[in-house]
Structure formats: C-alpha cells, structure tokens
C-alpha cells in the first residue's frame, strides 16, 4: 500500500530552466507534506513544506502547490541550478509526526 | 556540529550475527525516529520516541529488532539473527516535538548482510 507516489525516477533540466517534480498520495489524513533534498552518503534534509489547508507555499527558488482534489502536489524549483542535483522525496505527516516517504525523483541539472 | 549523529557509517556482518546502531539526535529534541531505506526506495518509518517511551512502532519491525532511548537521550536499533533482507540504510532523525513537523536526519548506517 504506497501512500504516497513519486510516479517520475528521474529528471533532466538545464540550468536556468524549472524544474517540476510531482507527487501523488492516497493518504487524506497527512496534515502536512514536505518535500526533503538528499545527496549521496548524507541523509535527507529539509527542503520546504505545506500544511493541507494551504494551495501554495514559496520559499526562494522552492514553490511547493497542493491539489487537495487531486491529492497531487508538486515542487517547483527556478531557475535550476547545478547544486540542485540530488534526489528529491516527497513525504506526508500523519499522526505522531511520521512521515511516509515517496520512492523519490533523482534531479540532474546540466550546466 | 550539532546534527544528528550515527555510528557505524558503515557495518557489514555476516547472516545470523546481531549488529547494533548508535543515534545521537540533537540535544533539545525530545522525538527521535528511526527509518530504513532501501536501494531505489525512500525512507520506510519504523519506530519513534517521545523521550524514553518508545510510542510506535511499524510492522515492519519484526521482533528480531528492538529500540531503546534510555535516558531520552541517544538511541540503540538491535537486529538479532540478521538475514540477507535486513541489509539497508538506517536512518535517524529527530524533531523537537510534535509540533515540529520537520525532522533532522543523520547521515544513517549502511547495514551489509552477507
């Protein structure tokens, strides 16, 4: 039972473009989602998030947009950046602060 | 550096032999959480703490693996009689309560299982 799905494993973009990376969850019960940025050897970390009572969250280059409906969401990022190559997760929070992680969209910026 | 910590980085055993992690989370956090992931996957929960009470744990935690936060302070994950299947990247985080939707992740513990 995948709750939550990153339906994209991988995505090329050139620097300077946008980047839009898509998420889809099963779950109604997440209050939060948050979208985590991972290099190799290194854990997760926090990128930005949305509370499901909001549509849109910005934060810089990071626009994060919630489709309660559709329970789709959707991290944009521009203009890209060759930093931003890493692996991208989306995650729901359900009770007691757990998250559920999507399998994740691998990012390569060509510079 | 005041991040979250893991020990060993790395650990490769042998199947049947018991391995044991160490998490030390960021002192004022209160939760601690323990993921697994593994190869093509995103992180799987296993297990959180509020202080010292260990307050839910997943199915995916057969009884051959067991966690404790004495103290609340850092953390141990036990895997008993290890199989083939246990070999992943733990990870651990820790937030600083139920409010703080964001947790702080270590760099996890890859676990081989030949």
């Known amino acids: 039972d995948q709750q939550v799905k990153q339906n994209s494993p991988s995505l090329s973009v050139q620097e300077g473009r946008i980047s839009i990376l898509n998420c889809d969850y099963t779950n109604s019960m997440f209050d939060y989602f948050l979208w985590y940025k991972k290099y190799p050897a290194e854990g997760p970390t926090f990128l930005i998030s949305?509370?499901?009572?909001?549509d849109k969250n910005e934060d810089g280059r990071f626009t994060v947009f919630l489709n309660k409906s559709a329970k789709h969401l959707s991290l944009h990022i521009v203009p890209s950046q060759p930093g931003d190559s890493a692996v991208y997760f989306c995650?729901?929070?359900?009770?007691?602060?757990?998250?559920?992680f999507g399998g994740g969209t691998r990012v390569l910026v060509k510079p | 550096d005041t991040g979250v910590s893991q020990n060993p980085r790395h650990k490769i055993t042998k199947r049947g032999q018991n391995v044991t992690f160490r998490c030390d989370p960021i002192?004022?956090?209160?939760?601690l959480y323990w993921y697994r992931q593994t190869l093509g996957q995103g992180p799987e929960f296993l297990t959180y703490?509020?202080?010292?009470?260990?307050?839910?744990k997943s199915r995916l935690l057969s009884d051959r693996f067991s966690a404790e936060r004495p103290k609340g302070s850092f953390s141990t994950l036990e895997i008993q009689r290890t199989e083939q299947g246990d070999s992943a990247m733990y990870l651990c985080?820790?937030?600083?309560?139920?409010?703080?939707?964001?947790?702080?992740f270590g760099p996890g513990t890859r676990l081989t299982v030949t």
């Open positions: 985080a820790s937030s600083f309560d139920r409010e703080s939707y964001e947790q702080y």
């Open positions: 703490f509020q202080n010292e009470a260990q307050l839910e």
């Open positions: 995650a729901g929070r359900s009770a007691g602060n757990k998250l559920t």
């Open positions: 949305i509370s499901s009572i909001k």
């Open positions: 002192s004022e956090h209160n939760r």
